[in-house]
Each structure stands twice: as C-alpha cells, then as structure tokens.
C-alpha cells in the first residue's frame, strides 16, 4: 500500500467521525429544545362556566340594560385590569400569606382586576374576571397590567 492511499483512507476516516459527532451533537441539541419548552396548561371542562342557551321566546327589554352594561366596564379609583402571565398560573389564597388557605386558582393569560396591593408589593388582592366574582389574594409580580 502506498502512501497517497493510506492519506486518502485517513482523511475519510475523519470525516466519517466528524460527521457522525456533527449529526449527533445537532439531534442532542434538537431533542433538548423540544424537551425544555413548556407544554401547554391544558384546559379542563370544569374550569370554564357552563354557556347556557337563551331561549327564542319574547321577552320584554328592560331600559336600564344599557346602563348597567356601562358600569360593568368601569372600576374603581386605583384598580385595574391586568392578566396573569405566570405559565403555570396562579394560587387564589384568602388572606395575603403562603400559609393561609388555597381558595382556588387562575389559569394562565386569564383576565383578572386589581383591587389592592399589600404595602410591600409581595401581594395582589384581586377579582377573577369571568363572571364568578372569585376575589383573593396571588403572589405580587405574576399579573401584567393593560390599558
């Protein structure tokens, strides 16, 4: 065997190995991105009301309707809407303080109206905003405010 043919055989060799480690580092890389991302939360029939159907038959309209839709849509002086941006949602307590007791809890991106804050900001009293009138206390700094 000749020279030019071993150098031939051992340039192959190690672009064989470099390809096989390339391929291999690259799905290690793919398969390690599609395992850190976070699933989303899944939504269960229990968690949203029940839409009921109104039914067809003719019923008078009450004139004041317009009016308390109005004040549906204003809040309080201090308070706000803000959504929940913490991805696996938040825990609805009674009082402000990890030890007092779960009284629910608020999905990920659901609506919610800030009713008060506690004096170190640790603290958000709030209103679950889908109709429930839900009101407790979450952790501060897992709501985004919008206006």
Same mark, same amino acid.
Do not use: H
């Given at each position: !065997?000749?020279?030019?043919? &071993?150098?031939?055989?051992?340039?192959?060799?190690?672009?064989? %190995?470099?390809?096989?480690?390339?391929?291999? $580092? $690259?799905?290690?890389?793919? &398969?390690?991105?599609?395992?850190?991302? !976070?699933?989303?939360?899944? %939504?269960?029939?229990?968690?949203?009301? #029940? #839409?009921?159907?109104?039914?067809?038959?003719?019923?008078?309209?009450?004139? /004041?309707?317009?009016?308390?839709?109005?004040?549906?849509?204003?809040? $309080?002086?201090?308070?706000?809407? $803000?959504?929940? *941006?913490?991805? %696996?949602?938040?825990?609805?307590?009674? /009082?402000?303080?990890?030890?007092?007791?779960?009284?629910?809890? %608020?999905?990920?991106?659901?609506?919610?109206? #800030?009713?008060?804050?506690?004096?170190?900001?640790?603290?958000?009293? *709030?209103? #679950?905003?889908?109709?429930?009138?839900?009101?407790?206390?979450?952790?501060?700094?897992? /709501?985004?405010?919008?206006?």
């Amino acid at each position: !065997m000749n020279l030019y043919g &071993f150098f031939k055989f051992l340039v192959g060799f190690i672009l064989a %190995i470099l390809l096989l480690a390339g391929a291999s $580092a $690259a799905a290690v890389l793919y &398969f390690a991105a599609k395992l850190t991302r !976070m699933p989303e939360k899944p %939504i269960f029939q229990n968690e949203k009301p #029940v #839409v009921q159907k109104v039914s067809t038959s003719p019923q008078p309209t009450v004139a /004041t309707s317009s009016t308390k839709s109005a004040n549906e849509n204003e809040l $309080a002086p201090g308070t706000y809407r $803000a959504i929940v *941006v913490e991805p %696996i949602g938040l825990i609805l307590r009674d /009082t402000p303080s990890r030890n007092s007791n779960r009284i629910g809890g %608020i999905s990920y991106r659901e609506e919610v109206i #800030v009713l008060e804050e506690s004096s170190d900001k640790r603290w958000q009293k *709030v209103r #679950v905003d889908d109709g429930s009138d839900r009101i407790g206390w979450v952790s501060g700094g897992n /709501t985004e405010r919008l206006d």
